[in-house]
């Protein structure tokens, strides 16, 4: 089997990444509900986990890093901590529904800040004008769909000057690309635990610079007297039992990638994609979304194709064990931007573990499967 | 030997406590403060002898991680609050 569904979840992971969850699991018990030593041993993974990420991402303080269910619920927290019906919310072109759907549901007045694809500087000058005024801004760092790096850095900067809190989406770029929290100055980033960091499904992580409002409420093993939240992070937005397990696998995903020279995983996913663009482009009737310049895309490309439709070809790379995604990607904003909201496209993302011989026989696959028409 | 009970603000802050003293040399035992010194249901504290106590503190402050509060053990198990 090839899987090339990376921006989706990463199946392939380190190998200490299970060993570490099936370990946790029948040793551990849960941070803060005793001093026994299974509950002891759950405090010192989580608390472990917690350091390392901070260090990773440049957090000053380990309690402001919290452990989510996945990117969705980071989100959530972050946008519900920061905006109220009607307030001016600026999002990029490239939105996940993880983000829109919950402004949505707050009501907010949403303005997008649509941009050329893999073009930065229109990015960057879609928020300049969208900006003033705004109560909150939210951007993805990657496109899930087109693998567009957006110019988080100018965007972040534009926002603390205005003092627009921000919220960054690093569904896509964490564990690939440099996310520095502290110089990005952003209120909240919001990240999977199952994607790039290379961490089991059901983990997320929320790094916190400001004031938060907690999504769910319950025990958290401390001020049970009180009837509220403690004000203090990670327990105002962490209730409930951890999934300690799934900390303990992310905790080894998160060491894998920090064993590599800086760059390099980005590297080779873009690598990957390069190549696989270049022996694909010449199809007939194929559209590549790519960068030539590979400036501003990360190791996903989408296609599609004037002859077969995406689901299609999604489907016929299946029956040959090549595992792709179709369809909208849960981002129909960015099928909007980009003008493929009626078909969608056919995604390839790409991982640290995927070869050049897996592309080779996938580009060639999907040549065969085109050319069967 | 006495013991004082350095409250934390959470067992986050209590793990962090307990690793800044035993990165030291001062032993540090995280345990679940009594209610009666809390008023406020489950809190942690680091439990540490009273010849390293000044050194503790000193070194809690200096880390961003002072206690909130601080109890002596007393022989029956029961704390009393110091100043």
Known sequence: MIYLDCAATSLQKPREVPYAVSHAMTT???????????????????????????????????????????ATHGLNIAINSLVSENDKVVISGYEHNSVTRPLKALNADVLIARSRLFDQKATVEAFRQALPGAKCAVCTHVSNAFGFILPIREIAELC????????????????????????????????????????????????CGGKSKPLIFGGTGSNSAENLMPDFLPDRLEAGTHNVAGVAGLMQGVKFIMSKPEGAI????????????????????????FDETMKSQSGVLSIMSERLSSDVIAERLGKADICVRAGLHCTPTAHETVGT????????????????????YTASTLKNVLNKL | MLHYLLMCRSLTYAQRASRALERIGIT???????????????????????????????????AGLGPTRIFLVL?????????
């Open chain 1, 28 to 70: 551990m018990a849960s941070p803060g509900r005793g001093c026994h030593k299974p509950a002891m041993m759950a405090a010192d993974c989580v608390l472990n986990c917690r350091i390392m990420l901070a260090s990773y991402f440049n957090v000053s303080e380990p309690e402001n890093v919290i452990f989510t269910l996945n």
């Open chain 1, 160 to 207: 603390r000057d205005l003092q627009v809190p921000l919220i960054i989406d690093a569904s896509q770029s964490a564990g690939t690309l440099p996310l520095d929290f502290s110089k990005l100055g952003a209120q909240f980033i919001a990240m999977p635990g199952h994607k790039g960091l290379l961490g089991p499904q059901g983990t997320g992580v929320l790094l």
């Open chain 1, 266 to 289: 980005f590297r080779h996913e873009k690598s990957l994609c390069r190549a696989f663009a270049e022996k694909i482009y010449t199809i007939p009737g194929l559209k590549l979304f």
């Open chain 1, 341 to 360: 909201i009626e078909e969608g496209t056919v995604r390839f993302s790409f991982s640290p573990f995927n070869t050049f011989s897996e592309i080779d």
């Open chain 2, 28 to 62: 540090a035992i995280i345990t679940k403060a009594p209610k009666s010194a809390t008023g406020q249901g489950c809190s942690y504290c680091v439990k540490v002898s009273e010849k390293n106590l000044t050194r503790s503190i000193a070194t809690l402050n200096t």
């Open chain 2, 75 to 83: 022989d029956d198990g029961s704390v009393q609050e110091v100043s």
